[in-house]
């Protein structure tokens, strides 16, 4: 089991840029894939990125390709997801999560398969 702290959220305009961390505890980073999610008020929790334990491309929703970069740290046990050309509707609450799987650059976009979460870290983005 991983702990794991997310932090970097806030208000921003439009347009601006936030950079989201995830700090993992308990085991090391290196040995499970991580995964960004948010969740907006009456909505479902839905994938954004991912990032395997090998490394790696990684893996993008649609809706925020070429906008937002995961990236870790291993060193650091610290995972970040630096947003930029934010819009409104990217106003949500941002979960980072671990899946523990072992197969070399396996990553997983689906909430099920994730094991372990944080406890989320607030986006606002005004128009």
């Known amino acids: 089991q991983v702990q794991l702290v997310e932090s970097g959220g806030g208000l921003v305009q439009a347009g601006d840029s936030l950079r989201l961390s995830c700090a993992a505890s308990?085991?090391?980073?290196?040995?499970?894939?991580m995964g960004w999610f948010r969740q907006a008020p009456g909505q479902e929790r839905k994938f954004v990125a991912a990032?395997?334990?090998?490394?790696?491309?990684?893996y993008y929703a649609d809706s925020v390709k070429g906008r937002f970069t995961i990236s870790r740290d291993n060193a650091k046990n610290t995972v970040y997801l630096q947003m930029n050309s934010l819009k409104p509707e990217d106003t949500a609450v941002y979960y980072c999560?671990?899946?523990?799987?072992?197969?070399?650059?396996?990553?997983?976009?689906?909430?099920?398969?994730?094991?372990?979460w944080g406890q989320g870290t607030q986006v606002a983005v005004s128009s």
């Open positions: 990032i395997s334990w090998s490394g790696g491309s990684p």
């Open positions: 999560a671990a899946y523990y799987c072992s197969a070399y650059g396996c990553y997983s976009r689906f909430a099920d398969d994730y094991a372990d």
């Open positions: 308990g085991r090391p980073s290196s040995s499970y894939s």
